[in-house]
């Protein structure tokens, strides 16, 4: 089996995810991919804005039914900071005869370095590299650049953080955003999101 690992904020998920995931899913022929959410990621130590508990919740409603996609909750079990190698570690622990597949952006190929145990980290992962605008896909380390597989997508430069800054402006992000998490956004007032919700009546987690 080939797993996709997914890892990141998802404060909040958006459409650039789902694609990104899927174009990568098509493209290696991944049975799976995970996407991981993490507690504190190590480069950003103020952590996510919203709960661990939300942000679950919203990738839920954005995967929807997507055959082969996945959440895992194991970084927010295991609490602290999220490191990729010990994610990685007790993937393989759980999967022993899988390959494992790393989805990064290439912002991450010139910090690579800084990811703590990095070479062990190519050692249980292949890396899938996907094109961000701005950032080389050369200058990472000659063992990264020589290994790692570049995912033939346009390039993406939707982030999390314009989502929070349309939502801060007050511009509608439907266009960046499934429609399910615009309304989770909306009934808890996440972001600072102020308007009423619209035809939401699930049960959500309360914070």
């Known amino acids: 089996m080939k797993i996709g690992v997914y890892g990141g904020a998802f404060d909040p998920p958006h459409s650039g995810h789902i694609f990104i995931a899927g174009g990568v899913r098509e493209e290696l022929a991944l049975d799976r991919v995970l996407f991981i959410p993490y507690t504190t990621g190590p480069h950003r130590p103020a952590g996510p804005i919203v709960s661990s508990e939300h942000r679950l919740e919203m990738l839920r ?3 929807g039914e997507t055959p082969g996609f996945m959440i895992d909750d194991r970084e927010v079990r295991r609490g602290g900071v999220s490191f990729m190698i010990d994610t990685l570690q007790s993937l393989r622990s759980d999967h022993p005869d899988s390959d494992l597949v790393l989805i990064v952006g290439s912002d991450q190929i010139g910090i690579f370095t ?39 997508l346009p390039p993406q430069s939707l982030s999390s953080t314009q989502v929070r800054e349309r ?9 960046l955003v499934p429609e399910p998490v615009v309304r989770y956004i909306q009934k808890h ?7 009423e919700p619209v035809g939401e009546t699930d049960e959500v987690p309360k914070d």
């Open 61 to 63: 409603l954005c995967l």
């Open 114 to 152: 800084e990811w703590k145990e990095w070479r062990t980290i190519l050692e249980l992962a292949v890396v899938a590299v996907i094109e961000r605008p701005g950032h080389s896909l050369t200058d990472g380390p000659e063992e990264l650049l020589e290994s790692m597989v570049t995912i033939s």
């Open 167 to 175: 939502i801060a402006e007050g511009t509608d992000i439907r266009q």
């Open 189 to 195: 007032g996440l972001y600072g999101y102020c308007q």
